[in-house]
Nanobody, 119 residues
């Protein structure tokens, strides 16, 4: 069983930066992908970025602004968010799971952390 605990959300002005952290407990390996999803009010949850065995993927809307990184020794994944926009406002969820045909299948979820970007 894997438990995930996020931290680092908050309120920031447009153009600002935030860094989210997610600490995993339990058995997790470098070949298990870890990533970040977000869900804005009234919208579907979307995968923002994930990292697995040194490879990372991003949704187009955050490319060049967000960076995902992972410290396997600390079982922690980070999401550095720069040049934030009001449309980045959402609850951000950490996830971990499996990689199947290049797609992340999320089996474990954190409780979520709110990110609010004011204009």
């Amino acid at each position: 069983q894997v438990q995930l605990v996020e931290s680092g959300g908050g309120l920031v002005q447009a153009g600002g930066s935030l860094r989210l952290s997610c600490l995993a407990s339990g058995t997790i390996f470098s070949f298990n992908p870890m990533g970040w999803y977000r869900q804005a009010l009234g919208k579907k949850r979307e995968l923002v970025a994930f990292v697995c065995s040194g490879d990372s993927r991003y949704v187009d809307s955050v490319k060049g602004r967000f960076t995902i990184s992972r410290d396997n020794a600390k079982k922690t994944v980070y999401l550095q968010m720069n040049s934030l926009k009001p449309e980045d406002t959402a609850v951000y969820y950490c996830a971990a799971g499996r990689l199947i045909a290049g797609t992340m299948i999320s089996d474990y979820w954190g409780q979520g952390t709110q990110v609010t970007v004011s204009s």
